[in-house]
């Protein structure tokens, strides 16, 4: 079978939508054996299972953007995760130290379907934090405050925080990243999740009374008032995750009463009530350690993403593991990516038309790498 396109046009998206999942398997799988390794399928720990199953690394966003660069002879990557992972593995693989070693060659990045964004990412465009950040100004000094953005973001706002002495974090080193920036600076300026911002500000010992929440739908100061923000340490912002805030306090309470012993374990980005309740609170990395590591019969709550939580069922069946919720909290823009985009857009890559290429513009990915890079050297 043949992939390249004769005429050199793209191939259209609608017919492989009718193709069932075995011949889509198939013709993936031949991408992969004759692009070898110069591909990478890169596959979020959020993604269906079918495409895990085709994914060459498993792992979260910065993870896996991280391993891709570390790859020599990588040159395209299909990143099955959100906007936001596939223009951080671009900024990172297409850094300029990579580029010297790969002698000027880019790494095509591409995003097997557009409309896979983050809810969360687009509760904080950049034209907002320029407006805050301005709006901050005219009642505290800006050169007091070390903007932080989760790497939940879009790369616009990782520059951002590269121009002004900022930062990005991940759900697992936030904390070290908010201590970094205490040692600089009186404040800081949390976006786009607050419930990450508060869960580790909280567990800092920072009041909750000093950490107002911005909210830039409303047209004064953020809807706070001048003291307010002056008595501040940590600004958050009016984010959240829409997975992670569907997991309640009485959901825990729960499956408390009707499992006995049995273990919670939330993700930071959930709402502080159920995180202070939790038996434990982790990135993604650590709840799969949590569970890897248990003794057998271990019963387990999880508040994270449904495909995560039931692959862990299916891998630890010596564990009793419960999704910490009565209704279906899954990430629809991650359940985008399927097989039929897969294939696609790799035969559209194979065939060298490739089409969803993620491009971070140079100016923004030399910022955000200066915001990344300070982050890596955060202890
Ligand atoms: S799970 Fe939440 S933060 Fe992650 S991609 Fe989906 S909406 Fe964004």
């Not at 939508?17 to 992969?32: C, F, G, H, P």
């Not at 990045?109 to 509760?123: E, K, Q, T």
């Not at 805050?132 to 005219?138: K, N, R, Y």
Request: aromatic letters at 6%; hydrophobic letters at 40%; one cysteine or more.
């Amino acid at each position: 079978m043949s992939i390249a396109s004769p005429s050199g046009a793209t191939f259209e998206l609608a017919p492989y939508k009718s193709l069932d999942n075995e011949t889509l398997q198939a013709r993936i799988n031949l991408v992969r054996s004759q692009m070898g390794s110069s591909l990478m399928i890169l596959g979020h720990h959020y993604q269906q299972d079918e495409v895990i199953a085709l994914s060459d690394l498993r792992g979260d966003s910065y993870q896996l953007s991280k391993m891709a660069a570390e790859s020599g002879d990588c040159r395209a990557i299909a990143f099955c995760g959100v906007h936001f992972m596939a223009e951080t593995a671009d900024i990172l693989v297409n850094q300029p130290s990579k580029l010297a070693e790969r002698g000027g060659q880019r790494v095509t990045v591409i995003l097997p379907d557009m409309a896979a964004g983050c809810s969360m990412a687009d509760m904080a465009a950049i034209e907002q934090v320029e407006g805050a950040w301005e709006e901050l100004g005219e009642v505290i000094d800006t050169s007091d405050i070390t903007p932080v953005t989760y790497i939940n973001s879009a790369a616009s706002l990782k520059a951002f925080c590269g121009k002004h002495g900022g930062i990005v974090c991940t759900s697992s080193n936030a904390r070290a990243v908010l201590e970094w920036s205490f040692k600089r600076t009186s404040r800081v300026l949390f976006f786009p999740d607050q419930h990450l911002g508060r869960n580790t500000a909280k567990a800092m010992g920072i009041p909750l009374e000093a950490m107002p929440v911005w909210d830039p739908i409303k047209d004064e100061l953020g809807g706070n008032t001048p003291e307010a923000l002056k008595n501040s340490k940590v600004l958050l912002w009016r984010g959240h995750c829409s997975v992670h805030q569907m997991f309640t306090a009485a959901h825990v309470a729960m499956f408390r009463e009707k499992y006995p012993g049995i273990k919670i374990l939330v993700h930071p980005e959930c709402p502080m009530e159920v995180v202070d309740i939790a038996d434990i609170s982790g990135s993604t990395g650590k709840i799969i350690r949590e569970v890897e590591q248990a003794p057998p019969g271990t019963k387990w709550a999880i508040g994270t993403e449904l495909h995560l939580v039931n692959r862990l069922k299916q891998e630890h069946p010596e564990q009793e593991v419960h999704f910490l919720s009565p209704v279906v909290c899954m990430c629809a823009t991650m359940y985008r990516i399927d097989l039929a985009h897969l294939c696609w857009s790799l035969e559209n890559l194979a065939a060298g038309t490739p089409v969803n290429v993620i491009k971070v513009d140079e100016d923004v990915a030399k910022w955000s790498l200066v915001a990344l890079e300070r982050m890596l050297a955060v202890k």
